[in-house]
């Protein structure tokens, strides 16, 4: 299943920072998908979305539920595809705030699946003991995050 996306999606030139606006039920909603180094690791890059409040601030905790979850989905994914273009050698972090959100992400990417795969290596993450380990993505299982690194380009040879 393809996910509709927004087009009117503003990319910061070091393609960590895309703007764009939910069109629902609710009105117009500005919302920004972050991509910020994960921790120390300067090869992970969490992936965050929030909505911009009335008074301009970031709001990460409210759920804007103005009727365009798939499209915002399929937001997410586009970002994520256009940040691993520009940095190809950087790995996605992806977490929701709440288990209800993370749930959402992973029945986001069961349904993607085939063709996220096109393109990622798709691995959860769960929790043992204090650390988050990976292990390679299975439709149906619950993880506590996920990760995505990207498959590198084949090369064709030109003769």
Same mark, same amino acid.
């Given at each position: 299943m393809n996910y509709?996306?927004?087009d009117?999606?503003?990319?910061?030139?070091?393609?960590?920072?895309?703007?764009f606006v939910s069109r629902g039920a609710k009105g117009d909603m500005e919302k920004i998908i972050q991509f910020s180094p994960f921790g120390n690791n300067d090869k992970i890059y969490n992936l965050s979305l929030c909505t911009i409040d009335e008074h301009g601030l970031e709001d990460f905790d409210t759920e804007s539920k103005n009727g365009d979850r798939d499209k @915002?989905? $399929?937001?997410?994914?586009?970002a994520a595809y256009s940040f691993s273009e520009t940095n190809p050698d950087k790995i996605i972090y992806l977490e929701g705030n709440t288990p209800a959100k993370t749930r959402l992400y992973r029945m986001a990417i069961h349904t993607a699946h085939n063709e996220i795969s096109k393109n990622f290596t798709i691995y959860g993450l769960n929790r043992v003991g204090d650390k988050l380990?990976?292990?390679?993505? @299975?439709? $149906?299982?619950?993880y506590t995050a996920f990760l995505f690194k990207r498959k590198a380009k084949n090369k064709q040879m030109i003769d």
């Amino acid at each position: 299943m393809n996910y509709n996306k927004y087009d009117n999606i503003s990319i910061s030139t070091d393609a960590l920072s895309f703007k764009f606006v939910s069109r629902g039920a609710k009105g117009d909603m500005e919302k920004i998908i972050q991509f910020s180094p994960f921790g120390n690791n300067d090869k992970i890059y969490n992936l965050s979305l929030c909505t911009i409040d009335e008074h301009g601030l970031e709001d990460f905790d409210t759920e804007s539920k103005n009727g365009d979850r798939d499209k @915002i989905l $399929g937001t997410i994914g586009s970002a994520a595809y256009s940040f691993s273009e520009t940095n190809p050698d950087k790995i996605i972090y992806l977490e929701g705030n709440t288990p209800a959100k993370t749930r959402l992400y992973r029945m986001a990417i069961h349904t993607a699946h085939n063709e996220i795969s096109k393109n990622f290596t798709i691995y959860g993450l769960n929790r043992v003991g204090d650390k988050l380990v990976p292990t390679p993505f @299975i439709k $149906g299982q619950d993880y506590t995050a996920f990760l995505f690194k990207r498959k590198a380009k084949n090369k064709q040879m030109i003769d």
